[in-house]
């Protein structure tokens, strides 16, 4: 089962975009790449998610790389409530089973 | 409004007492997880249902039972707890299909101590 790799953490100033990077290097063809972000005392939610073209949405951008073996989560201006965990998982088309979210990213917006 | 519930949201029991903690999606997804979530090990998938009668092991299956008799019903059955089973419980669902992987709807989460 395909796996990612993520950075425990990171940090950002308010107002200024975040790169938020995952290595999935044992993706297969039918894999979706997603991403998910968790507050605090919540449960995770849906940020965005692609197959091999760039994403846009009201919360944020998807970059994948051409070999599809990376991939970048990209916050445009980071406020406050966008300090939280956030996961990157494979998700394989033919099954559909999301399973593996790691430990992800720990996000902290500095003020 | 869509939504995944789980009950109860905390749970204080004892070793050896069977439990079960539910999940209800109102949303018509055919796919059903289960995660549990611990301190510095991230969530990870307990087990999962592609739908009716369908259900699969995650990485950590031991020690739980799930059933899914109805497609929008998906509980967690933890016959004889054990402490190292507290946790924080998470039920999630998604509209699978063939051609995509939909986004995964979570519930609020269930906290289990087993004493």
């Known amino acids: 089962d395909a796996k990612t790799t993520q950075p425990n953490s990171m940090e950002s100033n308010e107002e200024e975009p975040v790169h938020l990077p995952c290595n999935h290097s044992?993706?297969?063809?039918?894999?979706?790449i997603h991403w998910y972000r968790q507050l605090p005392s919540q449960g995770p939610e849906y940020v965005i998610h692609g197959l091999t073209s760039n994403v846009n949405n009201r919360m944020a951008s998807l970059a994948i790389a051409e070999d599809r073996k990376s991939s970048t989560l990209i916050l445009h201006r980071a406020t406050l409530r966008d300090a939280a965990v956030y996961y990157c998982i494979l998700a394989d088309r033919r099954t559909g089973n999301q399973f593996y979210f790691g430990t992800g990213t720990s996000l902290t917006v500095i003020p | 409004e869509a939504q995944v519930t789980q009950n109860p949201r905390y749970l204080i029991t004892v070793t050896g007492k069977k439990l079960t903690v539910t999940c209800s999606q109102n949303?018509?997804?055919?796919?059903m997880s289960w995660y549990r979530q611990d301190p510095g090990l991230g969530l990870r998938q307990i087990y999962y249902?592609?739908?009716?009668?369908?259900?699969d092991k995650g990485d950590v299956p031991e020690g739980y039972k799930v059933s899914r008799k109805e497609k929008r019903n998906f509980p967690l059955i933890l016959e004889s707890p054990s402490p190292n089973q507290t946790s924080l419980y998470f039920c999630?669902?998604?509209?699978?299909?063939?051609?995509?992987?939909?986004?995964?709807?979570f519930g609020e989460g269930s906290r289990l101590t087993v004493l």
């Open positions: 044992t993706i297969s063809g039918t894999d979706y």
């Open positions: 949303m018509n997804h055919e796919y």
């Open positions: 999630a669902s998604s509209l699978s299909s063939g051609r995509d992987t939909g986004e995964l709807f």
């Open positions: 249902s592609m739908n009716v009668e369908v259900t």
